[in-house]
C-alpha cells in the first residue's frame, strides 16, 4: 500500500525556519506530482505549493518568497525549506501525493501530517 511519511515540524519563533521532508513508499508508480498542503484549527486545507516531474514548482501568493519546493523523482521524495515563519503558518502540514496535478489536487494519497507551530 501506498504510504507518505513527513517529518521536521517542530515549535519555532516567527522568523525562523524549518524544512519538512516526505517521502512516499509502496507507490507502483511514480508520483509526477507531489505538494504541501496545511490546515489551522477551523480552517479548511489550503494548498501550500507543489512540483511536477520536470521540476515544474508553484506556490501560494502567502509563502512565495519564504519557502522552497524540491525533490520529487526518482524517489518520490519532497522537501519544504520554510523561511521568515510567520504565527499564521502554523498548523498541521500534509504531503500529498498523485499521477499527476489534477490527481493530487483532487484526491491525492496524504501522509499523516507534521506539526509545525510559529510563536510569537
Known amino acids: 500500500q501506498v504510504q507518505l511519511a513527513e517529518s521536521g515540524g517542530g515549535l519555532v519563533q516567527a522568523g525562523g525556519s524549518l524544512r519538512l521532508s516526505c517521502s512516499a513508499s509502496?507507490?507502483?508508480?511514480?508520483?509526477?506530482?507531489m505538494g504541501w498542503y496545511r490546515q489551522a484549527p477551523g480552517k479548511q486545507r489550503e494548498l501550500v505549493a507543489y512540483i511536477l516531474t520536470g521540476g515544474i514548482t508553484s506556490y501560494a501568493d502567502f509563502v512565495k518568497g519564504r519557502f522552497t519546493i524540491s525533490g520529487l523523482n526518482p524517489a518520490n521524495t519532497v522537501y519544504l525549506q520554510m523561511n521568515s515563519l510567520k504565527p499564521e503558518d502554523s498548523g498541521i502540514y500534509y504531503c500529498?501525493?498523485?499521477?499527476?496535478?489534477?490527481?493530487?489536487?483532487?484526491?491525492?494519497?496524504w501522509g499523516q501530517g507534521t506539526q509545525v507551530t510559529v510563536s510569537s
Open positions: 509502496g507507490v507502483r508508480h511514480s508520483f509526477n506530482a
Open positions: 500529498a501525493g498523485g499521477l499527476n496535478r489534477q490527481v493530487m489536487a483532487q484526491a491525492p494519497y
